[in-house]
């Protein structure tokens, strides 16, 4: 028995609702931990490397996983949120800075790069409702998304200096979550609350 059948066997004895939930592989080796954190929270998961043939119509929810490069060298990606439209998404890390580039705002290299580091998120609790503030959170990337959102998002929490590493869409269930949740560092688990009244 591998790690997601016991995590299947785990979730079915909890009885979960299931959310048809389609994962986007960007070709990143947290991708696995990015599933099984949503298994975890009642997710039926089928991960996609290639966006060929995919159906939206019979998902109910789009997780855009991380990933090297910035947002411009995945225009298929880009491609299927217009199509996606107003149904709820969750971007990780890369999926994250997708989710900005999208509205229109800016994703720049940094010149301090994390990778595996531990970060205290500031939040006014309006969203991570269960979570203190700040909150230690796990970052993993070299890209960060400019201070300034662009009209369209809001952000849900930034780093001691101003840095946002989340935020969500203002006028539908688009979350993006510039660290990594899925990391065994991070403190967060999934909540369907988040994109399901």
Same mark, same amino acid.
């Given at each position: 028995?591998?790690?997601?059948?016991?995590?299947?066997?785990?979730?079915?004895?909890?009885?979960?609702?299931?959310?048809?939930?389609?994962?986007?592989?960007?070709?990143?080796?947290?991708?696995?931990?990015?599933?099984?954190?949503?298994?975890?929270?009642?997710?039926?998961?089928?991960?996609?490397?290639?966006?060929?043939?995919?159906?939206?119509?019979?998902?109910?929810?789009?997780?855009?996983?991380?990933?090297?490069?910035?947002?411009?060298?995945?225009?298929?990606?880009?491609?299927?949120?217009?199509?996606?439209?107003?149904?709820?998404?969750?971007?990780?890390?890369?999926?994250?800075?997708?989710?900005?580039?999208?509205?229109?705002?800016?994703?720049?290299?940094?010149?301090?790069?994390?990778?595996?580091?531990?970060?205290?998120?500031?939040?006014?609790?309006? @969203?991570?409702?269960?979570?203190?503030?700040?909150?230690?959170?796990?970052?993993?990337? /070299?890209?960060?998304?400019?201070?300034?959102?662009?009209?369209?998002?809001?952000?849900?929490?930034?780093?001691?200096?101003?840095?946002?590493?989340?935020?969500?869409?203002?006028?539908?269930?688009?979350?993006?979550?510039?660290?990594?949740?899925? /990391? @065994?560092?991070?403190?967060?688990?999934?909540?369907?609350?988040?994109?399901?009244?």
């Amino acid at each position: 028995m591998n790690i997601f059948n016991v995590i299947e066997l785990y979730s079915s004895k909890r009885q979960l609702k299931k959310i048809k939930t389609l994962l986007i592989n960007h070709q990143d080796s947290f991708t696995r931990n990015v599933q099984a954190w949503l298994v975890l929270g009642g997710c039926d998961v089928h991960v996609y490397d290639n966006l060929d043939g995919v159906v939206l119509s019979e998902y109910d929810f789009l997780v855009l996983g991380p990933g090297p490069g910035h947002p411009e060298d995945w225009p298929a990606t880009l491609s299927l949120m217009k199509k996606w439209k107003k149904k709820p998404m969750l971007g990780i890390c890369l999926g994250c800075q997708l989710i900005v580039h999208y509205f229109g705002g800016s994703v720049e290299k940094d010149g301090d790069p994390c990778h595996g580091e531990n970060v205290e998120m500031h939040h006014d609790k309006s @969203f991570f409702l269960e979570y203190d503030s700040p909150l230690l959170v796990t970052r993993y990337n /070299s890209l960060m998304i400019g201070k300034h959102l662009p009209d369209g998002l809001v952000k849900l929490g930034s780093s001691e200096r101003g840095d946002v590493l989340a935020c969500k869409a203002v006028h539908q269930h688009w979350i993006g979550m510039l660290f990594h949740p899925d /990391s @065994f560092l991070s403190e967060v688990k999934f909540n369907a609350r988040w994109f399901f009244d």
